[in-house]
């Protein structure tokens, strides 16, 4: 993708923000940015092939239903329930980069595990759900000093173009991932295409130690417990005029969009009877409507600003989300893809929108807490969305489950204009 990044000259400092010698021309030169990019890039091409290739495992291997796919999912991210909000405070405490390149060689232990366990006969439905839960865990604390990681690298005029090419890039390796993903499963077999994902995480490591330290603030008087820190930054988003109402309308994107990694593979397969190659196609449309989105942004939220670019997204992605139940067979199959591609646009629009917001006006000792928490709110609501999908599909098909997803969507534009982000032209 091709971002235009507005703003200073590479490795000019912020002024007031570094003094010569301090080293703050280092982090912020364009090639700490790049290794950072590089680092996340090749992680996130092993996650969307992984992204495939587990439910493919479970679906083809160990035959399981739709529900049991859901288990897999849920615990992926039901690691956000479980230390969403002690992340905050760990990344606030401990060493970032150090931190980042530990979480990476956890999540490539674990999913190495896969096809160590499927060569001895030994792979299990509860390994692939314990593996979930361990990269998940890992992926929690690695996610929030990645976020918090950004604006420590990058100046504030140049955060909406390199978030907009952060998430551009994850749509690409989403476009890239899945299909190779699903190649991999059909040539190798599901369980051998994770080392993919396994490698990338040893990559991402390598990348991030190359990076500089990035300190935290300085923190003022005698160290306060973890309790007091959580609820300050809870406090912080949960009464902010705009961030709240943000972060319960991610919840509400978030709840679907577990619902629909739950069920697209199985509906897919089962009802579409779709090949695993083409399944992974159909699911790299997301990647399509997320790079498309993700270039835009910066535009829309020029010429729009940026309330109401969040404002439209939110009602576009439901008119999306309804082709998905609507989709079927062979030409069908192309409303399966719009649907897909369309609601990723939308939701990429004002995930980027809301991110680059809280990382500009959130106080800089805060930051780790507030995306914490945002994250603990809004992703909490993945593992829950899984499970309610998997279990509506059990009692009432896939394609009534998705029906329900699609109605389910509305919620987010509804929480939006019921607050004051309503009548901002932009997020101030």
């Known amino acids: 993708m091709a971002t ?87 990344v606030h405490r401990l060493p970032l980069r150090g931190t980042q390149v530990a979480m990476d060689l956890v999540r490539a232990v674990a999913v190495a595990s896969v096809p160590v366990a499927a060569a001895f006969g030994a792979l299990s439905l509860a390994q692939l759900i314990a593996v979930a839960l361990v990269v998940g865990l890992a992926s929690v604390v690695f996610d929030v000093g990645t976020s918090t990681f950004l604006p420590s690298i990058v100046g504030k005029d140049e955060l909406t173009a390199r978030n907009s090419l ?108 779709a090949p695993p190659a083409l399944v992974g196609l159909l699911i790299a449309t997301e990647g399509i409507g997320t790079l498309a989105g993700a270039a835009l942004t910066p535009r829309i939220a020029a010429r729009l600003g940026t309330g109401r670019a969040l404002r439209w997204a939110a009602v576009a992605a439901p008119c999306f989300a309804v082709l998905l139940p609507l989709s079927g067979h062979a030409a069908g199959l192309a409303v399966f893809a719009l649907g897909n591609a369309g609601f990723a646009a939308a939701v990429v629009v004002t995930s980027i929108v809301t991110r680059t917001y809280r990382q500009t006006a959130t106080p800089p000792e805060l930051l780790p807490r507030v995306m914490a928490t945002v994250r603990f709110i809004s992703w909490g609501a993945i593992p829950f969305g899984a499970l309610t999908a998997g279990t509506a599909a059990a009692l009432c098909g896939d394609r009534a489950s998705l029906a329900l997803l699609a109605a389910l969507s509305l919620i987010s534009p509804a929480v939006l204009l019921a607050s004051p982000v309503r009548r901002m032209r932009d997020l101030t």
């Open 166 to 273: 952060t998430s551009g890039t994850r749509a690409a390796t989403q476009l890239g991932g899945p299909s190779l993903g699903g190649v991999l499963v059909q040539v190798l077999g599901a369980a051998a295409s994770v080392v993919v994902d396994a490698v990338s995480y040893v990559l991402s490591a390598a990348l991030m130690a190359s990076l500089p330290r990035v300190g935290h603030p300085a923190q003022e008087g005698p160290r306060r417990g973890m309790g007091e820190m959580i609820r300050e930054g809870w406090r912080y988003v949960v009464r902010h005029p705009v961030i709240g109402p943000c972060a319960a309308d991610a919840t509400a994107v978030n709840f679907v969009c577990g619902g629909l990694m739950a069920l697209t593979p199985v509906f897919l397969v089962r009802t579409l009877d």
């Open 4 to 90: 235009a990044v507005q703003g200073r000259p590479e490795g000019e400092r912020d002024g007031a923000e570094g003094e010569p010698g301090d080293g703050r021309a280092e982090v912020r030169s364009a090639a700490v940015f790049w290794r950072y990019w590089g680092a996340s890039t090749v992680s996130g091409v092993g996650d969307a092939v992984t992204g495939v290739a587990l439910p493919l495992l479970a679906v083809l291997v160990l035959h399981a239903s739709a529900f049991q796919v859901s288990l897999i999912t849920a615990a992926s991210y039901a690691a956000w329930i479980v230390i969403g909000l002690p992340a905050g405070v760990l």
